[in-house]
């Protein structure tokens, strides 16, 4: 089946810094998600993207859907405390079943 | 605007209970998902309901784990009966296109 592989597996990094992420998988997906978990909560969608090549900000939060729509990575540009969490990527393939297959996860500490 | 509602937030019980956790999705939402989480496995979908049918249960681990949806607002995920290996953190989420939105979870704990 479908697999997304997630990187790194955890960061920890200086406040201020930057922070890049990214997602590959063996088959095209249609549609690449980016999610943030805080401790105690479910994940919340960060960013969604639609289109080969399409590059969408939010914030600090910059995400790209790779164009061979095999891969997605997401950048954090001066990081902050409260950007500590875990980031999972999800990706939406061509089956049409409503599932989304998710990576593994990034852990994201941040020091201040 | 209400997100995704599940309750309990947390539930301990004894080995061989049965266990019930509830989720109310986002009004509006078709479809509606149930996952388990743990430090081993990470995020694992366990069924997805869409119009309030069961569409893919593939992830259910076995026959002790049963969901149901009888309208388009209320879904049960049940255990019976439970096992120390089904502690971890249920999620429910919902969605009408590929975005799906998380509830807060319940956090099992079977003893």
């Known amino acids: 089946g479908q697999q997304l592989n997630q990187s790194p597996q955890s960061m920890f990094i200086q406040e201020g810094e930057d922070v890049s992420m990214n997602c590959t998988s063996s088959?095209?997906?249609?549609?690449w998600l980016w999610y943030k978990q805080d401790p105690g909560e479910g994940p919340v969608l960060l960013i969604a993207l639609y289109k080969a090549g399409e590059l969408t900000s939010n914030g600090r939060l910059t995400a790209q859907f790779g164009i061979t729509r095999k891969d997605s990575f997401l950048n954090i540009s001066a990081s902050i405390p409260s950007d500590v969490g875990i980031y999972f990527c999800a990706g939406h393939g061509s089956s049409n079943t409503g599932k989304l297959i998710f990576g593994q996860g990034t852990t994201l500490q941040v020091k201040p | 605007d209400a997100g995704v509602i599940q309750s309990p937030r947390h539930e301990v019980t004894e080995m061989g209970q049965e266990v019930t956790l509830r989720c109310k999705p986002i009004?509006?939402?078709?479809?509606l998902f149930w996952y388990r989480q743990t430090m081993m496995r990470g995020l694992e979908l366990l069924i997805y309901f869409n119009n309030n049918v069961p569409i893919d249960d593939s992830g259910m681990p076995e026959d002790r784990f049963s969901a149901k949806m009888p309208n388009a607002s209320f879904s049960t995920l049940k255990i019976q009966p439970s096992e120390p290996r089904d502690s971890a953190v249920y999620f429910c989420?919902?969605?009408?296109?590929?975005?799906?939105?998380f509830g807060d979870g319940t956090r099992l704990s079977i003893l």
């Open positions: 088959s095209i997906f249609n549609t």
């Open positions: 009004s509006g939402h078709n479809s």
């Open positions: 989420a919902s969605s009408l296109s590929a975005q799906q939105h």
